[in-house]
Structure formats: C-alpha cells, structure tokens
C-alpha cells in the first residue's frame, strides 16, 4: 500500500539531478502500491467469496434442517393418520357387528310375528271356536224346547182347571168328573215325569257342557298367557339389545368427537411448527443478511477512504506525473469500480436466491401440509357424515321394529279380546238361561 513518504519525494524538498529517473521510480512506487491494492482487494475478494459459500452451506444446511422439519412433521402426521384410519377400521368393524346384532334381532322378531300370526290363524283354534258354537246353539234350542214343554203343560194344567170348574154346567156325573180328573192326572203326571226325566237330563248335559267350555276356556286363556309371555320376554330381551345398541352407538360418537380433537389438535401443533420453522429460518436469513450487509458496507468505506487517500496523492503528485498517474488511477478506479460492482451483484444473487429457496420451501411444506390435512380432513368428514348416516338408519329400524311389535302385540291383543269375551258373555248367557229354565220347570 502506497503511504504519504512514498508520495512526497515528488514535492519540491528532493531535487535530483534527473527528473525522469525520479518520476520513473515513483511510478513504480505508485504501480508498486497499486499492485499491493489489488493484491490485498483479491484477497478481500477471496475472503467474500469464502463468506459466500459459507453462507450457500448455511443455506443448504437451512435447506436440511428444513427438509429434515417437514420430513419429521410428515412422519408424525403419516403416522397418526395410519393411527386414524386404524381406528376408523375399527369403528367401521364395530359399526358391522352392530349392524349384524340388529339383523339377528330383526329375524328374532320375525320369527315371533310369523308366531303370533300362526297362532291367530290357527285351524284348530277356528274348529274348537265353531264346536262351541254349534252346542251353543244345541242348548239353545233345547231351552227352546223345554221351554215350549213347560208353556204347553201350563197351559193343560189351565185347561184341565177349566174343565174342573165348568164340570157342573156340562151336567156330568160324579164318576165322569172324577175319570175325566184322574185320567187327566195320569198325563199331567207322565208328562210332568217325562219333563223331569227331560230337564236332568238337560241339566246333566248342560253342566257336562259347562265344564267342557270351562276347560277349554281355561287352556286358551293359559295359551293366551303363555303367548303374551313370551311376547313380554321377547320385548323385553329386545329393549335390552336396544339399550345396548344405544349405549355402544353413543360410545362411537365419543370416540367420533375423541377422533375430531384430536385432529383438530395435530392441525394447531403443525400449523405452529410450520411458523415456529419459517420464523426461524426467516430470523436466520435477515441476520445474516444484515451481517453481509454490514460487512459490504464497511469494505466500501474502507474502498472510499483508500480512494480518497489515493486522491489525495494523486493531487500531490499531479504536477509531474499527472497524465501517467490519472491514467492509472482511471484503470484502477475501473477494476475497483467493477470489482465493486461485481461483489455487490453476488450478494444481491445470494439474498434473491436465498429468498427463493425459502419461499420455495416454505410453500412447499405448506402445500404438502395443506394436501394432507384437507385430505384427513375430507375423509374424517366423509367417515362422520357415514356413520351419522348408519346411526339414523339403525335408529329408523329400530323404531320400525318397535312400531311392528307394538302392532303385533296389539293385533294379537284384539284377536283373542272378542274370543275370550265371546266365550265369557256365551257361558253367562248360557248359565242364566239353563237356571232361568230350570226355575220355570220346578
């Protein structure tokens, strides 16, 4: 580097007797200087180019340490949605037995529909419920009958007192009355004997019928109560496997709601490493962008301070050797110039490409991380909105088969309510009839 000695050997205290061999050697002092200039601005050239690459490693270590991020951030998601869509399997496979617990209880209750309606329409039901019929009838019209026998004797018994009481106006003698009497006395009492015969006989059968009708009465009504029974068991087994079909459907929205939290957590952690990673490397950028900044800026005061001096002594020196020396200067200020300007363009190359490589990456691992939550997102929302679908269609089945029991049971109810009222209202009609007759005959 040229000094102020150097230069003042031109001033006029150094009288030589040949101004050309000085003017000569301080050119070359001059070029000398220059040259240590240069050598040192390549060194300081170097040294930007080695803070350069250091500054591209430090990228590319930032590039790793990204990748690296948003692989352990990928895993992690990859591996809890694996988790996720084990879990939804699972659920799915519960959903599945769920369904095939209802099917089964569904063929339960058909079976017992197809019973109960075996059992109304049953043949032998419909042939015992015409027998009785047919000797209600019978006894009916043997009541009628017995009836006509008792109405036709009082009235011979009226008759015979008509004869008794006109007895003397038709000027009959004693032994005539009397044979007419006794005559009449012996039918009253055949028939009245015949009647008797008749009416226990009637009685014997009536009460033989009664008690038939009782026993049958009765094992229809214990048919009636084992069916309803059974019913009653089969409903109530049946609300049982409701209850636990309701029970394990709500526990498949708690996991459902579990599954939303816990997704909706992964998003917000993510989200927030996503910045934490962006802050970090945007941090690390500007610091060290404003550490090469700083440093560019004071190699230009240093450059601007060496110009100034190098002005300085240009100045002094420009009596003598001034067009050789401007010359130079105007060839060294050039190569400074484009030096300079050479440096400042790589730096400027170095901050826009890392700039690009940040936001390159940085909308990357958003686009990465956009895709794959927007995916677990729409197959979550597609699995809940499925198995929404699943647990209002069992709920309608459900309610389906609880409306088919309530019918069943209540077509059952009003198929045998006439019978065991019929059977009931027949026996009492029966009963007073048989007793109203019985009075009337004694």
């Known amino acids: 580097m040229a000094t102020t000695d150097d230069w003042s050997m031109l ?70 949605i694996k988790e996720k869509e084990a879990t939804v399997k699972q659920l799915r496979a519960e959903v599945l037995d769920l369904k095939q617990a209802l099917n089964m209880k569904t063929a339960e ?12 329409n049953n043949t032998a039901h419909d042939k015992k419920v015409a027998m009785l019929e047919e000797e209600k009838r019978l006894l009916e019209r043997c009541l009628r009958d017995s009836q006509l026998e008792v109405e036709n004797l009082q009235m011979r018994l009226e ?19 009397e044979q007419q009497h006794a005559k009449e006395l012996r039918s009253l009492r055949m028939t009245a004997k015949d009647l ?34 059974e019913t009653k068991e089969a409903v109530l087994k049946y609300e049982e496997e409701k209850r636990l079909l309701e029970n394990e459907l709500s526990d498949t929205g ?62 002094e020196e420009s009596e003598k050797n001034e067009e050789k020396v401007r010359e130079k200067y105007k060839t060294w200020d050039r190569e400074m110039n484009r030096m300079v300007q050479g440096l400042e363009e790589q730096l400027a190359k170095k901050d826009a490409d890392m700039d690009s490589i940040l936001k390159q990456r940085t909308e990357e691992i958003e686009a ?23 647990k209002k269609l069992q709920l309608l089945q459900q309610q389906s088969l609880e409306a088919d029991v309530e019918k069943m049971e209540q077509k059952f109810k009003d198929a045998v309510a006439p019978t065991q009222a019929k059977y009931q209202t027949e026996m009492d009609r029966l009963k007073a009839t048989h007793d109203e007759a019985i009075k009337k005959a004694e």
């Open 11 to 80: 001033g006029p205290g150094n009288e030589t007797s040949n101004d050309d061999e000085v003017t000569i050697e301080v050119a070359n002092k001059a070029i000398m200087a220059l040259l240590a200039e240069k050598e040192e601005l390549v060194k300081e050239k170097s040294r930007l180019e080695q803070e350069a690459k250091a500054a591209a490693s430090q990228t590319k270590e930032l590039q790793a340490e990204i990748e690296s991020v948003k692989s352990r951030a990928l895993g992690d998601v990859d591996q809890q």
């Open 109 to 120: 209750l058909d079976t017992l529909k197809v019973k109960a309606e075996a059992a109304e």
């Open 159 to 177: 008759h015979h007192d008509e004869i008794f009481n006109a007895a003397p106006e038709i000027n009959l003698t004693g032994d005539d009355v």
């Open 196 to 229: 008797s015969e008749k009416l226990a006989k009637e009685r014997d059968t009536g009460k033989k019928e009664r008690d038939r009708l009782t026993r049958d009465v009765n094992k229809l009504m214990e048919e009636l109560r084992a069916k309803q029974s």
């Open 254 to 315: 708690l996991e459902l709601d579990k599954l939303t939290e816990t997704v909706a957590r992964l998003k917000k952690d993510y989200e927030a490493r996503i910045r934490d990673t962006e802050d970090e490397m945007l941090e690390n950028a500007a610091t060290k962008a404003r550490m090469m900044e700083g440093e560019v800026q004071e190699k230009m005061k240093e450059l601007e301070r060496l110009r100034a001096g190098f002005d300085k002594q240009v100045e």
């Open 368 to 390: 990465v991380f956009l895709e794959k939550a927007d995916k677990l997102q729409k197959e979550f929302v597609a699995r809940t909105h499925e198995l929404e679908d699943e």
